[in-house]
């Protein structure tokens, strides 16, 4: 196997964005492109990310080929990478390591120990959503950190035409609403009013790699899990979160 990227910078942001909740976890490489599917430790989140087949300038596998790495450990290495750096990934089966090369001012070549990971095929979670939001990342990173100086916990949902974001402690409480405009709140589509809460921290991680301009969807019903997607590049990753479900 050998995959070929011009430019190292979309998955070197990709690899940040899935290690922030992932400790090690096995890609996926067949005829369709790179993917990778996995849960965190505590099973309350899981990373769905995909990269195709068409964003490499070389790609050759043969069939279907499984690689279990350390996450951390690889978002290390990609750590070095200069944004315009060619990035070769070439699997040593012989050694069992993958081979990590960065070619711009000067050539650097890492290998990687595969670890083996034993996982059943993960589904993604079936679930008839009631409100679809699309908005640009700046606007829920900010009211992610507003929320941060009230509790650990937020609540998400969709209230009319407005996206609402609350949180509430012995601190006192925020209400966030943000209306649908063309500008920060640009779609939104629901079959009803939802509002769910979540382990604050989760999500901010799940938006540290967004820039601020990044168009963020989500996908929210009520005390179901929410799914967070966004596009790096020509990657697209997508997150679930269970919710915190109040007794």
């Known amino acids: 196997m050998k995959l070929v990227l011009e430019k190292a910078a979309d998955f070197q942001k990709s690899i940040e964005a899935i290690a922030v909740l992932i400790d090690e976890a096995e890609f996926v490489i067949d005829e369709n492109g790179m993917a990778l599917k996995a849960t965190d430790p ?10 195709e087949k068409s964003a490499f300038k070389e790609f050759n596998a043969e069939g279907k080929v499984k ?3 350390d996450l951390d450990y690889l978002r290390q290495i990609m750590s070095r990478a200069k944004a315009d750096d060619e990035l070769t990934l070439e699997l040593d089966e012989s050694k069992s390591r993958l081979n990590v090369s960065f070619k711009g001012a000067s050539a650097r070549k890492f290998n990687l120990p595969l670890i083996d990971i034993s996982s059943a095929e993960l589904p993604n979670p079936k679930i008839e959503f009631d409100a679809e939001v699309k908005l640009l990342a700046s606007v829920l990173q900010d009211a992610l950190k507003d929320a941060s100086l009230v509790s650990s916990h937020v609540s998400l949902g969709v209230s009319g035409d407005n996206f609402v974001v609350k949180a509430e402690s012995s601190k006192g409480n925020l209400d966030s609403v943000t209306e649908k405009d063309k500008k920060n709140l640009i779609e939104l589509n629901v079959k009803g009013d939802t509002m ?9 991680d799940m938006l540290k790699t967004a820039q601020s301009t990044t168009l963020v969807e989500l996908n929210m019903k009520n005390n179901a899990p929410i799914q967070v997607s966004y596009g790096i590049g ?14």
């Open 67 to 69: 690689i279990g790495l």
């Open 196 to 204: 769910s809460m979540f382990p604050l921290d989760y999500l901010q």
């Open 42 to 51: 505590s099973q309350i989140s899981m990373v769905d990310f995909v990269l």
């Open 234 to 247: 020509s990657a697209r990753i997508k997150y679930f979160l269970a919710p915190r479900i109040e007794s």
